[in-house]
């Protein structure tokens, strides 16, 4: 009979080491029982195995092998605690055996004993020198102890001992990068993928050096071989960083498979990718020829002829990665793709208002309008709109609400355009809508306008008031959240690589002088300024049994945010209106506080992080982020022009905006450059970046200032590789890039650098 095994422990299995050592001489019987139970064993006829050593020990009860044999049993039916008794009478028996201080050592690995195992494998090796699998034990029993010396030399030896043993020369490699040693890591990667290709960690690894060192293509490459074994959480991370920060990008239709996956299912955050889509959805040339007929005629409007030629509206509609891009990323950070969009708009809506009633022959006309609207409502309706186009509208709306009243036949490329022009909730009588039958297209477009705003106005009346609210600049934030939730966004997947909190710190920054909080049960977590949710989705995957107190100004944020977790199965959260320079009013303190991008919004900002400071617990963890002064600079321009020009913060005005900050000339873009950014294409993002009510700068002198004085110590900045690569190239004294002031003049070389804001973690002095 042969029993079960997971792949788990057919993979520890094969590491342990059954021996047949000659039994005690003065015993025949247990030997004989032995030779026959070791017959049964390597048969895989464990009961039958179990039972003649069992025999064996009642023949004998000090037979070792006999022991050691039924402590390998139970280490493979599952049952280890059995398992390290077994073999440790055996040891207890006979201490010099090698076998069995290696094999009770990959049953201690495999409970996570790390400091017992290492014991026990240098044990086996001072028994037996040349016992290449105890060094291989060792050196992974001591890289999870972070003894990286130590393992790299215990995997050498064993490796050149037995230099075929790939799991090991990938570990070494991994105890390499972990020091730092990308030159020295990359070929042991390579060789152990060479002799077993099906190691998922090693394609991750490898790619890993490859993005830092600028080469994203074979970083791509060894992406999609690895996630074409296993999807694992790392390699899926990894391969949205490396279209984020890549260049340029290796089509294929395996790539795109991949990317249209990573924004629909999702992998994480899909706007972070959305310079990619463009770029592939670009190399169709019926779809880039359409751009530049749009670009060569904007302002003026095109036909559906003129805009899409012969095929390109077919190719728009049919088009994977373009529909994922639309339905997923809020913003199109690509101004010659929306002069596209927005004239495919008004060539689909001078066709609509031409069609009959009910006409709804034109597929791609359809598909591509719902796709338009999808995008549109995510992006708040912030593409130009001219007022001849904005009646052409209001007169098919009125055509709609006339259908509705009467029972009449309604187009559905008409409610789609309409829906890429205004939410259909603003439709008088729209509930009407829900009670008639429609495609999918237009039922995902019902749900997206309708059920959804709907559901979330709902919740608002179930968030506490935690405190009052009557500062003066908070109130006016408060209301221009209420009117502008912001960031808007479709989907975002949670960390998927969640741990305790001292295993995320130690991983995330190997470098820093982090102290373990110890904290084995609940994490106590604050978000403080939690806006719409995306913060709390990836804080909420990135401890485990973490629960969080997620708090805001605005009950419209917070209620779109409950909905958007709620909708993913986060159970760990609890909402609640308030001000964070009240906050310590509600006699609550936490492990873990997370304000990113909140503070520089306060009228006094460094008052609020001291309220935030007053509420972490001693060695507790602060994730912060606040506008440089530096990267800012053309943003503060951006809004001198905006004051000369007197627009205000409302949507026609946002609008007129965007279009002039666009058609600037050359020189004059150049000053606000980082205006363009992807917070530039929606409107809440464009009233936050621009029109914001209050708004306070910072410098990285001021903010180890405050550090100092309030006894906080930096881990380390939230930044892509390739900056910190950059920055341990120049600064190889700080491995931990801790030293701000090395930071200072690191920004003043690259003042653009901190443009998405300082985002630093902080540790709280016990």
Same mark, same amino acid.
């Given at each position: 009979?042969?029993? *079960?095994?997971?792949?788990?422990?057919?993979?520890?299995?094969?590491?342990?080491?059954?021996?047949?050592?000659?039994?005690?001489?003065?015993?025949?019987?247990?030997?004989?029982?032995?030779?026959?139970?070791?017959?049964?064993?390597?048969?895989?006829? #464990?009961?039958?195995?179990?039972?003649?050593?069992?025999?064996?020990?009642?023949?004998?009860? %000090?037979?070792?092998?006999?022991?050691?044999?039924?402590?390998?049993?139970?280490?493979?039916?599952?049952?280890?605690?059995?398992?390290?008794?077994?073999?440790?009478?055996?040891?207890?028996?006979?201490?010099?055996?090698?076998?069995?201080?290696?094999?009770?050592?990959?049953?201690?690995?495999?409970?996570?004993?790390?400091?017992?195992?290492?014991?026990?494998?240098?044990?086996?090796?001072?028994?037996? *020198?040349?016992?290449?699998?105890?060094?291989?034990?060792?050196?992974?029993?001591?890289?999870?102890?972070?003894?990286?010396?130590?393992?790299?030399?215990?995997?050498?030896?064993? #490796?050149?001992?037995?230099?075929?043993?790939?799991?090991?020369?990938?570990? /070494?490699?991994?105890?390499?990068?972990?020091?730092?040693?990308?030159?020295?890591? &990359?070929?042991?990667?390579?060789?152990?993928?060479?002799?077993?290709?099906?190691?998922?960690?090693?394609?991750?690894?490898?790619?890993?050096?490859?993005?830092?060192?600028?080469?994203?293509?074979?970083?791509?490459?060894?992406?999609?071989?690895?996630?074409?074994?296993?999807?694992?959480? $790392?390699?899926?991370?990894?391969?949205?960083?490396? !279209?984020?920060?890549?260049?340029?990008?290796?089509?294929?239709?395996?790539?795109?498979?991949?990317?249209?996956?990573?924004?629909?299912?999702?992998?994480?955050?899909?706007?972070?990718?959305? $310079?990619?889509?463009?770029? !592939?959805?670009?190399?169709?040339?019926?779809?880039?020829?359409?751009?530049?007929?749009?670009?060569?005629?904007?302002?003026?409007?095109?036909?559906?002829?003129?805009?899409?030629?012969?095929?390109?509206?077919?190719?728009?509609?049919?088009?994977?990665?373009?529909?994922?891009?639309?339905?997923?990323?809020?913003?199109?950070?690509?101004?010659?793709?929306?002069?596209?969009?927005?004239?495919?708009?008004?060539?689909?809506?001078?066709?609509?208002?031409?069609?009959?009633?009910?006409? @709804?022959?034109?597929?791609?006309?359809?598909?591509?309008?719902?796709?338009?609207?999808?995008?549109?409502?995510?992006?708040?309706?912030?593409?130009?709109?001219?007022?001849? =186009?904005?009646?052409?509208?209001?007169?098919?709306?009125?055509?709609?609400?006339?259908?509705?009243?009467?029972? =009449?036949?309604?187009?559905?490329?008409?409610?789609?355009?309409?829906?890429?022009?205004?939410?259909?909730?603003?439709?008088?009588?729209?509930?009407?809508?829900?009670?008639?039958?429609?495609?999918?297209?237009?039922? +995902?477009?019902?749900?997206?306008?309708?059920?959804?705003? !709907?559901?979330?106005?709902?919740?608002?009346?179930?968030?506490? %008031?935690?405190?009052?609210?009557?500062?003066?600049?908070?109130?006016?934030?408060?209301?221009?959240?209420?009117?502008?939730?912001?960031?808007?966004?479709?989907?975002?997947?949670?960390?998927?690589?969640?741990?305790?909190?001292?295993?995320?710190?130690?991983? +995330?920054?190997?470098?820093? %002088?982090?102290?373990?909080?110890?904290?084995?049960?609940?994490?106590?977590?604050?978000?403080?300024?939690?806006?719409?949710?995306?913060?709390?989705?990836?804080?909420?995957?990135?401890?485990?049994?973490?629960?969080?107190?997620?708090?805001?100004?605005? /009950?419209?944020? /917070?209620?779109?945010?409950?909905?958007?977790?709620?909708?993913?199965?986060?159970?760990?959260?609890?909402?609640?209106?308030?001000?964070?320079?009240?906050?310590?009013?509600?006699?609550?303190?936490?492990?873990?506080?997370?304000?990113?991008?909140?503070?520089?919004?306060?009228?006094?900002?460094?008052?609020?992080?001291?309220?935030?400071?007053?509420?972490?617990?001693?060695?507790?963890?602060?994730?912060?982020?606040?506008?440089?002064?530096?990267?800012?600079?053309?943003?503060?321009?951006?809004?001198?022009?905006?004051?000369?020009?007197?627009?205000? &913060?409302?949507?026609?005005?946002?609008?007129?905006?965007?279009?002039?900050?666009?058609?600037? +000339?050359?020189?004059?873009?150049?000053?606000?450059? @980082?205006?363009?950014?992807?917070?530039?294409? @929606?409107?809440?993002?464009?009233?936050?970046?621009?029109?914001?009510?209050?708004?306070?700068?910072?410098?990285?002198?001021?903010?180890?200032?405050?550090?100092?004085?309030?006894?906080?110590? !930096?881990?380390?900045?939230?930044?892509?590789?390739?900056?910190?690569? %950059?920055?341990? @190239?120049?600064?190889?004294?700080?491995?931990?890039?801790?030293?701000?002031?090395?930071?200072? &003049? $690191?920004?003043?070389?690259?003042?653009?650098?901190?443009?998405?804001?300082?985002?630093?973690?902080?540790?709280?002095?016990?």
């Amino acid at each position: 009979m042969n029993l *079960p095994m997971n792949r788990k422990q057919r993979r520890q299995m094969a590491r342990v080491a059954p021996t047949r050592n000659a039994p005690a001489a003065n015993n025949g019987a247990a030997a004989d029982l032995f030779a026959k139970a070791f017959q049964q064993f390597q048969a895989e006829r #464990l009961p039958e195995a179990m039972d003649l050593y069992q025999q064996a020990l009642i023949a004998d009860p %000090r037979h070792a092998d006999s022991l050691h044999h039924l402590g390998l049993i139970a280490f493979k039916i599952g049952h280890n605690d059995i398992a390290i008794d077994m073999i440790g009478r055996a040891i207890a028996v006979n201490g010099a055996n090698a076998d069995f201080h290696y094999n009770i050592g990959v049953v201690l690995a495999a409970l996570g004993r790390s400091a017992e195992v290492a014991r026990h494998s240098e044990r086996a090796i001072a028994l037996k *020198p040349d016992y290449a699998g105890a060094y291989m034990l060792l050196g992974d029993a001591c890289l999870k102890l972070r003894a990286l010396d130590r393992a790299i030399a215990a995997y050498r030896r064993g #490796l050149a001992l037995d230099p075929n043993d790939a799991e090991a020369r990938n570990n /070494l490699a991994e105890a390499l990068l972990t020091q730092g040693q990308h030159d020295e890591a &990359a070929p042991h990667f390579e060789e152990a993928l060479r002799r077993k290709p099906d190691i998922v960690a090693a394609y991750h690894n490898l790619a890993m050096i490859y993005f830092v060192k600028g080469d994203k293509q074979a970083a791509l490459k060894l992406i999609v071989q690895g996630l074409r074994i296993k999807e694992t959480p $790392f390699l899926k991370s990894l391969f949205l960083n490396c !279209l984020r920060f890549g260049d340029t990008i290796p089509d294929s239709s395996l790539l795109r498979h991949y990317i249209v996956r990573a924004l629909s299912e999702p992998w994480g955050r899909p706007g972070s990718i959305a $310079f990619t889509c463009i770029t !592939l959805v670009k190399c169709d040339p019926r779809i880039q020829h359409g751009i530049d007929r749009a670009v060569a005629a904007w302002p003026a409007r095109l036909s559906c002829q003129a805009l899409f030629g012969p095929d390109g509206l077919q190719a728009a509609s049919n088009a994977p990665v373009l529909r994922a891009m639309l339905h997923n990323c809020p913003a199109v950070n690509d101004i010659p793709l929306e002069r596209f969009l927005t004239l495919a708009r008004s060539a689909l809506l001078e066709k609509a208002m031409a069609m009959p009633a009910a006409d @709804t022959t034109d597929d791609a006309a359809l598909a591509f309008a719902c796709m338009l609207a999808r995008h549109c409502f995510a992006n708040e309706y912030v593409f130009a709109c001219a007022e001849d =186009e904005a009646a052409q509208v209001a007169l098919l709306r009125d055509r709609v609400v006339a259908a509705l009243r009467s029972g =009449e036949p309604i187009a559905a490329l008409a409610l789609a355009l309409i829906a890429s022009y205004a939410p259909l909730y603003v439709i008088p009588e729209y509930e009407s809508l829900l009670a008639r039958p429609w495609a999918g297209e237009i039922d +995902d477009l019902l749900t997206q306008q309708i059920r959804e705003p !709907l559901a979330q106005r709902a919740l608002r009346n179930g968030i506490p %008031r935690l405190t009052p609210i009557d500062d003066d600049v908070s109130l006016l934030v408060q209301n221009q959240y209420e009117e502008s939730p912001y960031p808007r966004w479709v989907k975002c997947a949670a960390d998927q690589n969640a741990d305790a909190i001292d295993v995320t710190m130690q991983r +995330d920054f190997p470098h820093a %002088r982090y102290r373990p909080i110890g904290r084995t049960g609940r994490l106590d977590v604050l978000i403080a300024g939690c806006g719409t949710g995306q913060q709390v989705v990836m804080t909420a995957g990135r401890y485990s049994d973490a629960q969080i107190l997620a708090v805001d100004l605005s /009950l419209a944020s /917070l209620s779109y945010a409950k909905y958007r977790t709620d909708a993913l199965g986060l159970d760990n959260i609890d909402y609640g209106q308030a001000d964070i320079l009240k906050l310590a009013s509600i006699n609550r303190d936490f492990d873990v506080i997370a304000c990113s991008g909140v503070l520089h919004h306060l009228a006094d900002p460094l008052a609020g992080w001291r309220v935030l400071v007053s509420m972490l617990r001693p060695n507790g963890i602060m994730h912060i982020a606040l506008y440089s002064k530096l990267a800012r600079i053309g943003i503060v321009a951006a809004r001198e022009f905006i004051a000369m020009r007197g627009y205000r &913060a409302v949507e026609d005005d946002i609008r007129r905006c965007r279009q002039d900050l666009i058609a600037l +000339d050359e020189a004059a873009r150049t000053k606000i450059a @980082t205006v363009f950014g992807a917070d530039f294409n @929606t409107m809440s993002n464009c009233r936050d970046l621009l029109f914001h009510v209050q708004e306070h700068h910072f410098t990285l002198p001021q903010i180890k200032a405050f550090l100092a004085e309030n006894g906080l110590a !930096l881990l380390g900045f939230e930044h892509d590789p390739d900056t910190l690569h %950059r920055y341990r @190239t120049q600064f190889p004294d700080d491995p931990g890039c801790t030293n701000l002031d090395h930071w200072h &003049a $690191f920004e003043q070389q690259h003042p653009n650098m901190f443009g998405g804001m300082y985002q630093f973690v902080v540790q709280k002095q016990a």
